[in-house]
């Protein structure tokens, strides 16, 4: 069966697209689209469907319902360069194949993530896990960039001195910060990735991993459009109730004792037939 090709993809196999200050992401080879998905779907081996919107109505409806095994017949494999603490976060997700650069091997480069000025913040009191959104005064802001950046040229000097010295490179690269870059090849499924971005997209996520994720999902996002609608509308944008919640939000809805018209709302919201009578189903 001949590979199926997207030109939109084709025409940026490579790109780097840049992340923080010497980072990037490069789509390096690909395999299916959304066409895939509903081949695997109708378990085809012809043309999916003739019509694109029955291929989006098939699309959001495997969404919906979590139906993920016809995602994963769509594969990425990116290059990715970052620095070792994002790869460090980027690694727990456990469902990629993976191969980075190796500092047993190979010599390390003298590239250290040094953030901007705007984005250096306050522990949040709220987030115990990231960073406040409130601004920093300058002179705190230039003290710690003079502290990054003295630290990482000292680590890199000693680092030098001990190669030099001809020490083994698993010895001579223990000391070097988590700041410096690394690189690796990062293959997945479609289903494991969408995953990887809605954790990684989140407005609470890690600044410098959400840069990699936004990188990611614009190349996605031209990859498989129809699905990437239905993720952004089922899953990245969409909330998650308890049986509670719900059954508050019922009561609420019931005391207000108001007639809905939900065909037309549903309509209205670019609903189809079938989603709206899913949704009236659910509030019964």
């Not at 690694?91 to 000025?117: C, G, K």
């Not at 709220?126 to 630290?151: A, W, Y």
């Not at 870059?181 to 293959?187: L, N």
């Not at 971005?197 to 498989?224: C, F, G, M, N, W």
Request: aromatic residues 12%; charged residues 30%; neutral net charge.
């Amino acid at each position: 069966m001949k590979r199926t090709t997207l030109p939109q993809l084709d025409t940026i196999l490579g790109k780097e697209f840049p992340c923080l200050d010497f980072g990037f992401v490069r789509l390096i080879d690909y395999m299916g689209s959304d066409e895939a998905i509903v081949q695997s779907a109708r378990v085809s081996y012809g043309k999916g469907t003739k019509q694109v919107t029955q291929d989006r109505s098939l699309i959001r409806y495997l969404m919906r319902h979590q139906h993920t095994s016809p995602f994963e017949m769509v594969d990425f494999k990116f290059h990715c360069k970052l620095p070792i603490f994002v790869a460090r976060q980027w690694i727990r997700h456990r469902t990629a194949s993976v191969n980075e650069y190796s500092l047993r091997y190979s010599e390390a480069v003298n590239q250290f993530y040094i953030p901007e000025p705007e984005v250096i913040r306050l522990q949040s009191k709220i987030n115990k896990q990231g960073r406040s959104t409130e601004m920093v005064p300058t002179e705190l802001q230039q003290e710690v960039l003079q502290i990054l950046k003295k630290h990482t040229q000292k680590a890199w000097d000693d680092y030098e001195e001990l190669e030099q010295a001809d020490l083994a490179r698993e010895l001579a690269r223990i000391h070097l910060p988590v700041s410096l870059y690394t690189e690796w090849y990062w293959k997945l499924n479609l289903h494991n990735l969408l995953h990887f971005l809605k954790l990684r997209l989140d407005p609470t996520a890690q600044y410098e991993i959400r840069v990699y994720a936004e990188a990611i999902a614009e190349i996605v996002k031209s990859a498989v459009p129809l699905t990437w609608e239905a993720f952004e509308d089922y899953v990245l944008y969409a909330e998650k109730f308890s049986r509670q919640e719900f059954e508050m939000i019922k009561e609420a809805l019931g005391g207000l004792q108001v007639r809905i018209d939900w065909e037309k709302v549903g309509k209205a919201n670019g609903l189809s037939k079938r989603e709206i009578g899913e949704f009236v189903e659910k509030m019964n």
